[in-house]
């Protein structure tokens, strides 16, 4: 059971901008640095963004992420199809003495 | 280029060991931490465990009573074995290159375990 938590599907339309949330406690987001993952169908997952905002080499500039508190965020901007996708956020729980992901997101381009 | 390849058994009956193997191509093998990451068919993605080159490693406390993490520095090698495994434990085994408590920048190709009768 994941404690970070995430929206089970975001969606829009090609050229939008999609967010999508994280949540977790003051053990996780609150201490330690969000990362996220992009997950395609069938392929294992990807670094997007590391240490809340880096992105990368060869990642899109369309992704940006954000941290406030214990909650933390991704966005998409300029939506295309090729983002349909999973995407996981990430941190280590210093409670848990563990990594964590999120629930997961699929994003789903309409 | 770094590369992570990956094999191991991919059907086993319950109170089996689960093992797999990761060898590391490119890169330096003692600058990271090594990961072993699951995915229930369908479901998210779970830590394991990791290791690095000295053999520190950290494990989910979920599974650390089944699970061991090893190193073979000679070869650029890690290993996972998970004892007694049961139907739960059916997922996509994926090892991965990371940094301690951070994040994890290259992984493997996956290997999908099945626990039957």
């Known amino acids: 059971q994941s404690v970070l938590t995430q929206p089970p599907s975001a969606s829009g339309t090609p050229g939008q901008r999609v967010t999508i949330s994280c949540s977790g406690s003051?053990?996780?987001?609150?201490?330690?640095?969000v990362n996220w993952y992009q997950q395609l169908p069938g392929t294992a997952p990807k670094l997007l963004i590391h240490?809340?905002?880096l992105r990368p080499s060869g990642v899109s500039d369309r992704f940006a992420a954000s941290k406030s508190g214990t909650s933390a965020s991704l966005a998409i901007s300029g939506l295309q199809s090729e983002d349909e996708a999973d995407y996981y956020c990430?941190?280590?729980?210093?409670?848990?003495?563990?990594?964590?992901f999120g629930t997961g997101t699929k994003v789903t381009v309409l | 280029q770094v590369q992570l390849q990956q094999w191991g058994a991919g059907l086993l009956k319950p109170s089996e060991t689960l093992s797999l193997t990761c060898a590391v191509y490119g890169g330096s093998f003692s600058d990271y931490y090594w990961s072993w990451i699951r995915q229930p068919p369908g479901k998210g993605l779970e830590w394991i465990g990791e290791i690095n080159h000295s053999g520190n490693s950290n494990y989910n406390p979920s599974l650390k009573s089944r699970v061991t993490i090893s190193v073979d520095t000679s070869k650029n090698q890690f290993s996972l074995k998970l004892n007694s495994v049961i139907a739960a434990d059916t997922a996509v085994y994926f090892c991965?290159?990371?940094?301690?408590?951070?994040?994890?920048?290259?992984w493997g190709q996956g290997t999908l375990v099945t626990v039957s009768s």
């Open positions: 991965a290159r990371g940094y301690s408590g951070s994040y994890y920048d290259h």
């Open positions: 990430a941190a280590w729980d210093d409670s848990l003495i563990a990594y964590v």
């Open positions: 240490t809340y905002s």
């Open positions: 003051s053990s996780n987001l609150g201490r330690n640095t």
